[in-house]
Nanobody, 125 residues
Framework: QVQLVESGGGLVQAGGSLRLSCAASGFTFSRSNMGWFRQAPGKEREFVAAVSWSVRTTDYADSVKGRFTISRDNAKNTVYLQMNSLKPEDTAVYYC??????????????????WGQGTQVTVSS
């Protein structure tokens, strides 16, 4: 079965950095688009970033563009989210997502069908 396990969350001061990792298994990772989403208390889950199966295409929410970088290592079945210049408004539970049931798709922000359990990121001011 599909498994997505996030790690790397924690507490950091504003302006600091964190790197999230998501270890994937149970599907053809190298042919599946991957993404990161987040959900702050009292808010809906929102798109953060996505990377295509080919690694050639990435997409970012305007709120994180220039500060966050998504990457993947298909040999390790792992996707990463490097978060720099963190702000208190980045505080949220961050979820790894996969389009595990469909392969070789064009990158989009919707249609992710598998989710990790989430990792908490807290940015103090």
């Amino acid at each position: 079965q599909v498994q997505l396990v996030e790690s790397g969350g924690g507490l950091v001061q504003a302006g600091g950095s964190l790197r999230l990792s998501c270890a994937a298994s149970g599907f053809t990772f190298s042919r599946s688009n991957m993404g990161w989403f987040r959900q702050a208390p009292g808010k809906e889950r929102e798109f953060v970033a996505a990377v295509s199966w080919s690694v050639r295409t990435t997409d970012y929410a305007d709120s994180v563009k220039g500060r966050f970088t998504i990457s993947r290592d298909n040999a390790k079945n792992t996707v990463y989210l490097q978060m720099n210049s963190l702000k208190p408004e980045d505080t949220a539970v961050y979820y790894c997502a996969a389009k595990a049931s469909q392969i070789l798709l064009r990158l989009s922000r919707s249609g992710f069908d598998s989710w990790g359990q989430g990792t908490q990121v807290t940015v103090s001011s």
